[in-house]
């Protein structure tokens, strides 16, 4: 393999210090709409800038749109919980269904990185098992592809971002390139309970370095990881793979929100992207197009692409776009300690198990869980708090005893249900776009794997030496809704990622996961579009 | 500037002299800006109307148990919010989106209280309010003037909590150092402070297992 400098030098295009590369922001190269470019890619986070690096390294002329802005971090981020607002994809979206799921500051990014800005920096990998589920337990769907095909892209991913942590037993076993960090008081109350129950736990993966990378600097252990990483330690795109695009050609367009995908009803392929920038409405044209939008936004692009050909939306000729969306049952449970833990300290994440995640055939449901360290700052465990029901002088009470407790979250594999999807709303947006209507509702291992989870993590905490344990139930990350699958009637596009309907057509984010594990999706988004990068690469330029 | 009033009872006094504030001159400036906005310039009402506004304090004041001064500006901080438009974007089916859905539930308020006692919430006495809270709380599906009970407390607490501990003298009752950048953490690990963080006075008393007794 070529070392990580050789194929993607973003960490050395940064300043050796936190901040930006303002010089190659402004020598980035510029597109006219009227340039038939190789590729216009809808969405910069995790997926889309993979894309656009991997194909601008190849010499493609590509644009990679975001509709919010290209964030600099010493200016646009702040250290600092409720000022944080603006990272979250706050346009309007209706939930529904008998679990709904909240949206916004959770798990929707917002500008160029993506939801990686705010994602807490968790990146393990799928187990091979994630990629034939229904076959090995009769749940979920098999992928079209299998671990080993996605393998030497993740290893190539962990090293770009790069990831520490220790030896890592579970799936496949691997290494990191980069030594686990040392832990706080929440990741050492974790590794002693954990330790008395017998369950293995680990430090990491974390994707942030340990120790300079490139120009990168060390992380500081602030605990705002959730709120952008002021200091450039925490990987996102914006900092992994944009510079590395732009130094090699590519344009990235921000503040540009893509309204619908150009069709010629003659040849069948897509023309190009409309986009609103400035309040104006500017169509780019492209000859490839990739759509990159998350799997809430991408599934309402297509939906809102309607022509003669795609009445009903863009390559939803067998009603499959926004079906098998999934989040992952997410509770959290958190314990009290004498000691004082401050659990703000440090990144929150730091230590995981993955003993949960394979179906055990001696319990009742169906695959499992992962568990791993959350630290929430004062707002987010005021929520935790008052889930429990307290207010008032209750909740003062209870939240000035902070300093004292741990607190650990699981990610359950919720499975991927038909009727879990995004149709159109009747409401529409300040542009007159219908906005996404996203419906949940859980099966019953769904909700046997959130009970399951929060069983082991009270066991945990106690055995740490809690003297109260209390649990707020809720959800983490979005997979699924236009899912790759092995033919057009179960999903939306192949294992390369390139729709079914439309030939030129590609997706090339976490909607295309047919399944989610109990794995933070992360990495293998990225993986997966490094890898249509290079099967789109490789067959074009045969 | 003084402490917030919350009796030793309800947790108040835990940190003695902890001050967030006190760490301002190692925020870098972006976050200073954001910060001391909220400290130093609480912003004029613009989206409630005057009966709304009163409707609002009343309701905050209760979910928050602020008696007496100073007070975190909550009630300026959530209309701003909602005047700016500054909301999470979601909403649940059946719904209305934030603004609306905050108009109506505070009306909703009054009317409960005038069904009860014939005289507004704002001037209903405080048992006669916290049952009007407690109803809506325990709520759950039911609907509760067009809107499921358990909807209108989350958008009522997440809005008023998240005010709340956005604020440094909130951060002081709970020890919590508040922004971190660019000075970091050194001391991670269980009981270890950093030399300007303040350990808990009373670690004995835990407030939890008392307020499990009351």
């Not at chain 2, 919590?176 to 008393?205: I, M, S």
Request: charged share 25%.
């Amino acid at each position: 393999m070529t070392s990580v400098r050789d194929r993607n030098e973003s960490a050395w295009l940064l300043p050796p210090h936190p901040g930006q590369n303002h010089q190659l922001r402004a020598d980035m190269r510029r597109f006219a709409d009227d340039d038939e470019i190789d590729i216009a890619i809808v969405g910069c986070g995790a997926g889309g800038s993979t894309l656009v690096q991997r194909l601008a390294r190849r010499g493609w002329r590509a644009v990679a749109f975001d509709a919010g802005p290209f964030w600099d971090p010493e200016r646009d981020w702040v250290s600092d919980e409720a000022g944080s607002h603006h990272l979250y994809w706050t346009e309007p979206r209706v939930i529904a269904g008998d679990d709904p799921v909240p949206l916004g500051s959770n798990n929707s990014g917002r500008g160029v990185g993506g939801s990686m800005v705010h994602y807490a920096g968790y990146t393990p990998r799928f187990h091979p098992s994630d990629f034939r589920t229904h076959t090995a337990d009769g749940v979920g769907a098999d992928w079209p592809l299998s671990y080993s095909d996605l393998k030497p892209f993740y290893e190539d991913i962990e090293a770009e971002l790069p990831v520490a942590g220790e030896p890592w037993p579970w799936g496949d076993p691997h290494s990191y390139p980069h030594r686990p960090h040392p832990v706080s008081g929440n990741g050492e109350l974790f590794l002693r309970g954990a330790r008395a129950c017998g369950i293995t736990a680990k430090v990491g993966p974390v994707a942030i370095a340990n120790g300079r990378f490139g120009n990168r600097p060390h992380c500081i252990y602030r605990g705002f990881c959730l709120q952008g990483c002021k200091v450039n330690a925490k990987a996102s795109p914006l900092i992994t793979h944009i510079p590395d695009a732009l130094a090699h050609g590519a344009e990235v367009r921000a503040d540009s929100m893509v309204s619908r995908i150009g069709f010629d009803e003659r040849t069948g392929r897509a023309t190009g992207v409309h986009y609103l920038r400035n309040g104006t409405e500017h169509f780019q044209r492209a000859r490839m197009v990739a759509v990159a939008g998350y799997s809430i936004e991408t599934p309402r692009l297509l939906l809102n692409s309607r022509s003669a050909r795609f009445p009903d939306g863009m390559c939803n000729d067998f009603d499959q776009v926004g079906r098998y969306l999934m989040v992952q049952g997410a509770p959290q449970t958190a314990g009290r300690f004498d000691a004082e833990v401050r659990m703000f300290k440090a990144p929150p994440p730091e230590v995981s198990t993955e003993d949960f995640y394979e179906t055990d055939p001696t319990k009742p449901y169906k695959r499992g869980f992962s568990i791993q360290t959350v630290s929430p700052l004062p707002i987010t465990w005021a929520e935790h708090v008052a889930a429990q029901g307290h207010w008032g002088t209750d909740l003062r009470r209870y939240m000035s005893d902070y300093p004292h407790w741990a607190c650990l979250g699981a990610l359950c594999e919720f499975l991927p249900l038909e009727g879990n999807r995004v149709t159109l709303a009747e409401e529409t947006d300040r542009h007159g776009l219908p906005v996404a209507r996203f419906s949940y509702s859980q099966c019953d291992n769904d909700r046997q794997l959130m009970d399951a989870a929060q069983g082991v993590m009270e066991r945990i905490l106690r055995a740490a030496g809690a003297d109260e344990v209390i649990t707020i139930k809720r959800f983490a990350h979005l997979v699924g809704g236009a899912r790759m699958a092995a033919d057009e009637r179960h999903g939306v596009v192949d294992r390369n990622c390139r729709s079914f309907a439309v030939p030129n057509l590609l997706i090339t984010d976490g909607s295309v996961l047919p399944t989610q594990g109990s794995a933070n999706p992360a990495l293998t988004i990225m993986a997966v579009a490094a890898r249509a990068a290079a099967s789109l690469a490789n067959r074009e330029e045969e | 500037m003084s402490s917030l009033p919350l009796s030793p009872a309800d947790g108040g006094g835990r940190y003695p002299g902890f001050r967030t504030l006190d760490q301002s001159p190692h925020w870098d400036a972006a976050t200073t800006e954001v910060v001391l906005a909220r400290v130093e310039h609480p912003p004029g009402i613009r989206f409630f109307a005057a009966r709304e506004q009163a409707l609002a304090q009343a309701l905050f004041d209760l979910l928050l148990a602020q008696t007496g001064e100073p007070r975190v500006p909550v009630l300026e901080l959530v209309d701003a919010r909602l005047a700016d438009g500054e909301t999470d974007g979601w909403h649940y089916d059946g719904m209305d989106p934030d603004p609306q859905a905050w108009r109506a539930t505070l009306a909703a308020l009054d009317d409960e209280a005038r069904a009860g006692s014939g005289s507004g919430f704002v001037e209903a006495d405080a048992d006669a309010q916290r049952a009007i809270l407690q109803r809506v709380q325990a709520g759950g599906q039911d609907d509760w003037h067009g809107y499921p009970a358990s909807h209108v407390w989350s958008l009522w607490t997440r809005y008023a909590c998240t005010a709340f501990y956005s604020h440094p003298w909130a951060w002081d009752e709970i020890g919590f150092p508040g922004p971190a950048y660019p000075r970091g953490y050194k001391n991670l690990g269980v009981d270890r402070p950093e030399p300007f963080e303040v350990p808990d006075a009373h670690p004995a008393e835990d407030p939890v297992s008392r307020g499990a007794r009351s």
